[in-house]
Structures are given as structure tokens and as C-alpha cells.
């Protein structure tokens, strides 16, 4: 609840559909939209509707002693006296006649020290109720106007009003954006990215399904209201992957920069003392006659080993070596990470064991180069967190995932995690995450998992999630104090993750 002390707003509840209102002839006329009745109190009321008012308008309401106050319509009811029996015998009745009624949650005004606060004291029955303006909606919820320093994701629903994220606490307080399969998830972390990109933000991208290469290349259409043209970040872009891919360049690991543990870690069946120090004895012998070495210098040193022990560690290591992704020399940092560029990681068809190799190597390098500030500060964006960081299980690559996501902001290393199944994520990740990005989410216990770690969502707006429509995200962070519904921009590069059609449709052109 509100304190009225400072920034904590509550009582406000973002839900669907606002009414679209050119936003100049609202700053000069606001439209009257009710009246209040009724029992007032000092964080809802209810009022009249006798203008065109839709669930989640903000609207004003003038305080007697705080003056404009800024409110949002948390729901409506149409009031009849209409039975069962009397609607079957007029089915033609009017409705026309009937009482509409709004009820509003208030979220506050600015103090004279600049602060939100909500007053203290009711409103009066019969203050008339007015549409609320950009400008007004913006002042009071502090949203940032800034393109230097924000990216901009798309329009307050309902509004022509642009929607800002903060870049500096996107990337340092980390990002989440949920939603069922279809939702739009990859649409919008491409506009955040697009955004990164333009404001020289280096980012690198976890992508198991190999669909941000698209982002090289422009999108088809441009859009007015958005103010978004076609534009294609080719040279922005570096893509290493698995498999041979035109533009894709080889990942490769320098096997040198794993010690005995490490390695250990990556197999699949040796895990005891014994393989330990097998491994660490062959490690070191190699090491003592070569600076540089492979798996294969490895496999050899054990090969004279005459233990039993050893031929399943070299069964092990022979799987591992079979990967080709750890080599003499491996991909130089400067060639991985490259300041303000965005390198795409493209794990299409890599098993998911081996991808959760390479995001446990990746993790580890990129936190200690930031710790030691050899790479630039940077965004990482994880496609299907869910498989990464699970909820319940173990993988390789949790434990330095769990560690960036607590201790990465200290370094300039921000996470964006991105997933179906928010249920299925580690709670610890996902409740750093500082900035929420919903889309439609329909499963119960998903729906749960978004509640337990977004501040600030009152169960209206939870219930409204399921019924958000493709392309509108309720957002929160990164500047935005209070869950807001944002009509998504469209790209400006184009889209990789579109949905395959299965039928033909014969009025396709
Ligand atoms: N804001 C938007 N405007 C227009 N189209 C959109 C928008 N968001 C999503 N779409 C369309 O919806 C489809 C699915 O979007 P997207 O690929 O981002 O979903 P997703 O949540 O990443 O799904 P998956 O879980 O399968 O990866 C795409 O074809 C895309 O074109
Ligand atoms: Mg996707």
C-alpha cells in the first residue's frame, strides 16, 4: 500500500483497452468522463460515466486540497434492473437508458518536493472527472522522454504518448520478458536489442533457435504511428555458431583455459576423486611439456595409463573432443565481444547438453572479463532461459547464470532472460530481475510464478494477463514505477522467429 511517502504507488490497477484520444486535443480540452457518487474513499472511488471511458483510462479528478489528482479506471459496471425473466420477454430491449459505473483507483499527485503522494483525504461527491493528458500521465509517473538515454519499446496504450525504457538500469537491473509461445517475446527483446544497438550497447545473445541473425536485414513495412523505418543492423552484428551457416563464424574454446574441475564438469559419467586426480596428473604432464594443447595431448598422456579409470575418462574426453568446440587456440576475446556490437551466439540444433556448456563458458568469461573490466559493460540476453537456469534442476551452466544474475549489476553485466514457462525458471533469477516485461500468459502456475516476482501487480492486472492481445506488453521498471500496457512498436529489422503457416491460405495474394 502506499505509505505516502515517496515513489510506492498502489491501488492502481493497468488493465486492458483505453479509449485512442489524439493526445493535442487533449492537453488543450480534457474531456469530461463522470462524476463522483457515492462513498468516496482516499484510494478509490466511483463516479457517473457519462463520457467515453474505457477499463484502465487514466483520468484526472481535482482534490480540494491537492489539487489534480492522477487516477486510473480499475473497472467498469453497466447498473440494470434487468432480470432473466424480463430480458427473455423483451430481447429487444434498450439499453441505452441504463447506469454505467466506473470505479477509479487513485495513484497520486507530485508534492511540492517533486514526490508522488496520495492524499489523505476524500475527494468530494460530485467533482467532476476528467481524461487525463500525456503530458499530465507522464509527469506523475515520472516516465522518461529521453532518446539519449532510453529506449524507446512503443506507445501507452491507447495513447500517442512514446513508452521509454531506462538503457543504464535495463542493463544493470536486469531484464524478464514472459509470455506463452506465440506471445511476442523474440518480437520485443529484438526492439529492446534494436534499441541497445543504436545507443552502442554491447550485447551478446544466447540464441538456441538461430533466429537474430535475421536482424541484419530490414523489415518489410514501415509504420506512422510509430514512427518506425525499415532498417537492418548488419554491421552491428557478429554471429558464431555450431554448424556451417553462410555469415556464421566457428565458436571455438581454447581447451587450455579449463582446469582438471572443469573439465570434469563437462563430462558426462566422471565425476569421482579418482578420475579427478587421473585427469589433473595427464593435465599436468601435458602441461610440462607444452605451452599450448588439446584434448588430443590429453587423451594421449592417458592412453599410457594402463587403469581402468582411465579408458572411460578417454571414452569421456574422445565425446567431448568429437564437439570440436574446444581447440588449441580458441576464438580470441576481441573477436568474441566487440564494444557497442552485438554478438549472436547460434546454437540451432547443438544438443542441449553442449549449449549449456557453451553458456556455462560464456557466463564464466564474459563475469570475469567484466570483473576485471577487460570487456565492455554489457547486455546478455538469454533465449529460453527456462532450459538454462531451471526451477528444480540442475544444469552446467545455473550456478554462474544464478551468480550474474545476483552480483552482475556490481559489474555492468546484465542479464535479459527470456522464457515460455516462467514457473519452470529459478526463482533467484528471476526475482533479480528489475525490469518485467509481460506478454500473454495463460497457464495457472506461470501466471503464478509473474505475481510472486513483479512488485506492484494488484490481482486485476494479473487477471488481465491472459487476455493481453499479440502485440501489448505490460511493462514495469527501467523508469516505469507502476505496470503500464504498452502497444508494442513494430521492427525495424526484421523479425526471425515468425510462425510458420501450415495451410495455404487461398486469399493470400
Ligand atoms: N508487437 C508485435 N507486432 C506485430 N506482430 C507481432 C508482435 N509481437 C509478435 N508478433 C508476431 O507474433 C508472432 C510470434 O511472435 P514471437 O516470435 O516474438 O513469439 P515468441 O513469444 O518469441 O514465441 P516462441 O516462444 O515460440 O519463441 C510473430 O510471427 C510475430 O510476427
Ligand atoms: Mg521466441
Same mark, same amino acid.
Given at each position: 500500500?502506499?505509505?505516502?511517502?515517496?515513489?510506492?504507488?498502489? %491501488?492502481?490497477?493497468?488493465?486492458?483497452?483505453?479509449?485512442?484520444?489524439?493526445?493535442?486535443?487533449?492537453?488543450?480540452? #480534457?474531456?469530461?468522463?463522470?462524476?463522483?457518487?457515492?462513498?468516496? +474513499?482516499?484510494?478509490?472511488?466511483?463516479?457517473?460515466?457519462?463520457?467515453?471511458?474505457?477499463?484502465?483510462?487514466?483520468?484526472?479528478?481535482?482534490?480540494?486540497?491537492?489539487?489534480?489528482?492522477?487516477?486510473?479506471?480499475?473497472?467498469?459496471?453497466?447498473?440494470?434492473?434487468?432480470?432473466? *425473466?424480463?430480458?427473455?420477454?423483451?430481447?429487444?430491449?434498450?439499453?441505452?437508458? *441504463? @447506469?454505467?459505473?466506473?470505479?477509479?483507483?487513485?495513484?497520486?499527485?507530485? =508534492?511540492?518536493?517533486?514526490?508522488?503522494?496520495?492524499?489523505?483525504?476524500?475527494?468530494?461527491?460530485?467533482?467532476? $472527472?476528467?481524461?487525463?493528458?500525456?503530458?499530465?500521465?507522464?509527469?506523475?509517473?515520472?516516465?522518461?522522454?529521453?532518446?539519449?538515454?532510453?529506449?524507446?519499446?512503443?506507445? /501507452? @496504450?491507447?495513447?500517442?504518448?512514446?513508452?521509454?525504457?531506462?538503457?543504464?538500469?535495463?542493463?544493470?537491473?536486469?531484464?524478464?520478458?514472459?509470455?506463452?509461445?506465440?506471445?511476442?517475446?523474440?518480437?520485443?527483446?529484438?526492439?529492446?536489442?534494436?534499441?541497445?544497438? @543504436?545507443?552502442?550497447?554491447?550485447?551478446?545473445?544466447?540464441?538456441?533457435?538461430?533466429?537474430?541473425?535475421?536482424?541484419?536485414?530490414?523489415?518489410?513495412?514501415?509504420?506512422?504511428?510509430?514512427?518506425?523505418?525499415?532498417?537492418?543492423?548488419?554491421?552491428?552484428?557478429?554471429?558464431?555458431?555450431?554448424?556451417?551457416?553462410? +555469415?556464421?563464424?566457428?565458436?571455438?574454446?581454447?581447451?587450455?583455459?579449463? =582446469?582438471?574441475? *572443469?573439465?570434469?564438469?563437462?563430462?558426462?559419467?566422471?565425476?569421482?576423486?579418482?578420475?579427478?586426480? /587421473?585427469? !589433473?596428473?595427464?593435465?599436468?604432464?601435458?602441461?610440462?611439456?607444452?605451452?599450448?594443447?588439446?584434448?588430443?595431448?590429453?587423451?594421449?598422456?592417458?592412453?599410457?595409463?594402463?587403469?581402468?579409470?582411465?579408458?572411460?575418462?578417454?571414452?569421456?574426453?574422445?565425446?567431448?573432443?568429437?564437439?570440436?568446440?574446444?581447440?588449441?587456440?580458441?576464438?580470441?576475446?576481441?573477436?568474441?565481444?566487440?564494444?557497442? @556490437?552485438?554478438?549472436?551466439?547460434?546454437?540451432? +540444433?547443438?544438443?542441449?547438453?553442449?549449449?549449456?556448456?557453451?553458456?556455462?563458458?560464456?557466463?564464466?568469461?564474459?563475469?570475469?572479463?567484466?570483473?576485471?573490466?577487460?570487456?565492455?559493460?554489457?547486455?546478455?540476453?538469454?533465449?529460453?532461459?527456462?532450459?538454462?537456469? #531451471?526451477?528444480?534442476? +540442475?544444469?552446467?551452466?545455473?550456478?554462474? /547464470?544464478?551468480?550474474?544474475?545476483?552480483?552482475?549489476?556490481?559489474?555492468?553485466?546484465?542479464?535479459?532472460?527470456?522464457?515460455?514457462? #516462467?514457473?519452470?525458471?529459478?526463482?533467484? $533469477?528471476?526475482?533479480?530481475?528489475?525490469?518485467?516485461?509481460?506478454?500473454?500468459?495463460?497457464?495457472?502456475?506461470?501466471?503464478?510464478?509473474?505475481?510472486?516476482? &513483479?512488485?506492484?501487480?494488484?490481482?486485476?492486472?494479473?487477471?488481465?494477463? #491472459?487476455?493481453?492481445?499479440? %502485440? !501489448?506488453?505490460?511493462?514495469?521498471?527501467?523508469? &516505469?514505477?507502476?505496470?503500464?500496457?504498452?502497444?508494442?512498436?513494430?521492427?525495424?529489422?526484421?523479425?526471425?522467429?515468425?510462425? $510458420?503457416?501450415?495451410?495455404?491460405?487461398?486469399?493470400?495474394?
Amino acid at each position: 500500500m502506499n505509505n505516502g511517502q515517496g515513489e510506492q504507488i498502489s %491501488g492502481s490497477s493497468v488493465q486492458v483497452d483505453i479509449t485512442t484520444v489524439g493526445s493535442d486535443s487533449m492537453s488543450q480540452d #480534457p474531456i469530461a468522463v463522470g462524476t463522483i457518487f457515492g462513498d468516496v +474513499g482516499t484510494n478509490s472511488f466511483k463516479f457517473a460515466v457519462t463520457g467515453s471511458a474505457e477499463r484502465s483510462d487514466y483520468i484526472i479528478a481535482e482534490h480540494p486540497d491537492c489539487g489534480n489528482v492522477l487516477c486510473q479506471i480499475g473497472s467498469i459496471v453497466r447498473k440494470t434492473t434487468m432480470t432473466l *425473466d424480463k430480458a427473455l420477454e423483451a430481447a429487444s430491449n434498450d439499453c441505452t437508458k *441504463d @447506469k454505467v459505473v466506473a470505479t477509479a483507483d487513485v495513484i497520486g499527485y507530485k =508534492d511540492e518536493k517533486g514526490l508522488l503522494q496520495i492524499p489523505r483525504t476524500t475527494f468530494l461527491a460530485a467533482t467532476i $472527472v476528467r481524461r487525463a493528458d500525456p503530458e499530465f500521465i507522464r509527469k506523475i509517473l515520472g516516465l522518461k522522454d529521453d532518446r539519449r538515454s532510453c529506449a524507446y519499446i512503443g506507445m /501507452l @496504450k491507447g495513447y500517442e504518448m512514446p513508452i521509454m525504457l531506462d538503457i543504464n538500469s535495463l542493463v544493470q537491473r536486469h531484464v524478464s520478458i514472459l509470455a506463452k509461445t506465440g506471445g511476442g517475446k523474440s518480437y520485443i527483446s529484438g526492439d529492446i536489442l534494436e534499441e541497445l544497438m @543504436k545507443h552502442g550497447v554491447t550485447c551478446l545473445i544466447v540464441d538456441p533457435h538461430g533466429e537474430y541473425g535475421a536482424m541484419r536485414h530490414p523489415s518489410d513495412s514501415k509504420d506512422e504511428r510509430f514512427g518506425v523505418e525499415p532498417h537492418g543492423y548488419d554491421d552491428n552484428i557478429i554471429e558464431f555458431g555450431m554448424t556451417q551457416i553462410e +555469415g556464421v563464424r566457428p565458436l571455438r574454446f581454447t581447451f587450455k583455459s579449463l =582446469d582438471s574441475r *572443469d573439465i570434469l564438469d563437462l563430462l558426462p559419467s566422471s565425476d569421482s576423486k579418482s578420475s579427478l586426480s /587421473l585427469l !589433473t596428473k595427464a593435465m599436468d604432464a601435458v602441461k610440462e611439456r607444452k605451452q599450448l594443447y588439446s584434448i588430443r595431448d590429453v587423451i594421449e598422456e592417458l592412453s599410457s595409463n594402463e587403469s581402468g579409470k582411465a579408458y572411460s575418462l578417454i571414452a569421456d574426453l574422445e565425446s567431448i573432443d568429437a564437439l570440436g568446440l574446444f581447440a588449441e587456440r580458441g576464438n580470441h576475446i576481441s573477436e568474441l565481444v566487440q564494444k557497442g @556490437k552485438t554478438t549472436i551466439f547460434n546454437l540451432k +540444433g547443438v544438443a542441449p547438453d553442449i549449449q549449456q556448456i557453451i553458456v556455462r563458458r560464456l557466463g564464466i568469461m564474459m563475469f570475469e572479463l567484466r570483473k576485471a573490466n577487460r570487456v565492455p559493460p554489457m547486455m546478455m540476453v538469454l533465449e529460453e532461459a527456462h532450459n538454462y537456469c #531451471p526451477q528444480n534442476e +540442475g544444469t552446467l551452466c545455473k550456478k554462474i /547464470l544464478t551468480t550474474i544474475a545476483s552480483e552482475g549489476r556490481k559489474f555492468g553485466l546484465g542479464l535479459m532472460v527470456i522464457s515460455q514457462r #516462467p514457473a519452470k525458471i529459478d526463482k533467484n $533469477v528471476l526475482s533479480q530481475c528489475g525490469t518485467q516485461i509481460i506478454l500473454k500468459v495463460t497457464n495457472p502456475n506461470d501466471l503464478k510464478a509473474i505475481t510472486a516476482s &513483479i512488485e506492484g501487480l494488484t490481482g486485476g492486472m494479473e487477471q488481465d494477463i #491472459p487476455g493481453l492481445p499479440i %502485440g !501489448t506488453a505490460m511493462v514495469v521498471g527501467a523508469g &516505469i514505477q507502476t505496470p503500464m500496457l504498452v502497444d508494442v512498436r513494430p521492427r525495424e529489422s526484421r523479425h526471425g522467429g515468425a510462425s $510458420v503457416q501450415i495451410l495455404e491460405n487461398d486469399n493470400d495474394e
